[in-house]
C-alpha cells in the first residue's frame, strides 16, 4: 500500500482579505474554491492551487478571526516545500518577493537543493526547492501575471517538528509506509537534524522532512501555523483499504469524513500533528466550471439550504 504524494495542506490565517491578496496576487496561487470551513460555517476555507486545482497543488487556509497568532516549536507542522523549476526561478522570486516587501533568506543550499526561504505576513513558514525540471502534472495558473516557468509547480514537501524521532519514525514506516531515505542538519541549528521520508518512489511532492527538536517547547496552533497535511489517495477502494489498516493497527482515526470535493481520513501521528488521507476525486470543478473556479461562494450540497445565513456571516474578500 501507498500514498501518493502530499494531497493538501491547510493552515490558519486571521485575516481572510490579507491572506487571499498574498496567495493571488503575490504567490500568483489561483483561488479555485471559495467556501467555508464544513465543521465552522463561520469561517472561510479558501483553497489556492495551479489552474485547474490539481491535487498536490493545494494549500488551503480555514479563517478564524479571533484565534491568537501560531506559537512555533516542537510537535508540529513547521513549514510549507513548495516546488520551482530550476534557478532562474528562484532568482526570479527573489525579486518578486523584495518588489512585495517580503523578506526572505537569501537562496541557500540545504541538502544539496537551492532553496529560498521566507514567511507570509503572518509568519507562515514558506520555502521555494528547485525541482529540477521534475515532471509536473499541473497546469500553471496564468491569471497573476507570472510567467509560466517561474510559477509555483506545486508542493515539494512538508517539514514536520518533533521533540524525538523515534516517536513517529514507526507510524511513518511502519504503517504508513514511508522509506528513510537521508539525513542532514538543520539550515537554522547545526545541532538538530533533518531527515527525508519518502513515499511511492520519492522526488518533489512525495516528501516529509522530520526536524527533531527535543529541546524546543511545545507549539500551539494559531494564525500563521498548518492545521493539517493531506497526502493523496486515487479513489474510495484505496481508502477504504487505508480506514481499514489504520483501525487494524490501533491508531484512532475519524472514518471516512465526505467533503464533497474529495472524501477524508483523519487521524493523529502525534497530539500536535494531524494527518488526512484524501482522495484525488472527484475534484474542484464538480459544482462549478474550470474557468470560474473559485469566484463564488462554494457551499456542498448538505449546507445549500443554509446559504443565505452562511452568507450573511462572511466578510467580503
Known sequence: MQLHGIHHVTAVTSNAKGNHDFYTQVLGLRLVKKSVNQDDVSAYH??????????????????????????????????????????????????RLEANQVQHQGIEQVDHRAVLRFQDPEGQRLTLMDDQNAPFEGEPWDGAGIPAE??????????????????????????????RATTYPSPDNAQETITIYTMDGGGPGKEVHLLEQPRQPIARLGYGGVHH?????????????????????????????????????????????LFELATDEPGFAVDENIETLGEALALPPFLEPRRKQIEAGLKPL
Open 46 to 95: 479558501l483553497f489556492y492551487a495551479d489552474k485547474l486545482g490539481t491535487p498536490g497543488t493545494d494549500m488551503t487556509f480555514f479563517d478564524w478571526a479571533t484565534i491568537d497568532a501560531n506559537r512555533k516549536g516542537a510537535d508540529s507542522i513547521a513549514n510549507t516545500l513548495f516546488r520551482v523549476n530550476g534557478r532562474p526561478a528562484l532568482d526570479y522570486w527573489v525579486a
Open 150 to 179: 517561474y510559477t509555483l509547480r506545486g508542493f515539494y514537501g512538508t517539514l514536520l517538528s518533533v521533540p524525538r524521532l523515534a516517536q513517529v519514525e514507526p507510524i511513518l514506516t511502519q504503517v504508513l509506509g514511508f522509506t
Open 229 to 273: 497535511v493531506a497526502f493523496r489517495l486515487k479513489d474510495d477502494a484505496e481508502q477504504q483499504a487505508w480506514l481499514q489498516k489504520l483501525t487494524q493497527v490501533g491508531l484512532p482515526n475519524s472514518g471516512v469524513v465526505d467533503r464533497f470535493y474529495f472524501r477524508s481520513l483523519y487521524f493523529r501521528i502525534t497530539q500536535g500533528i
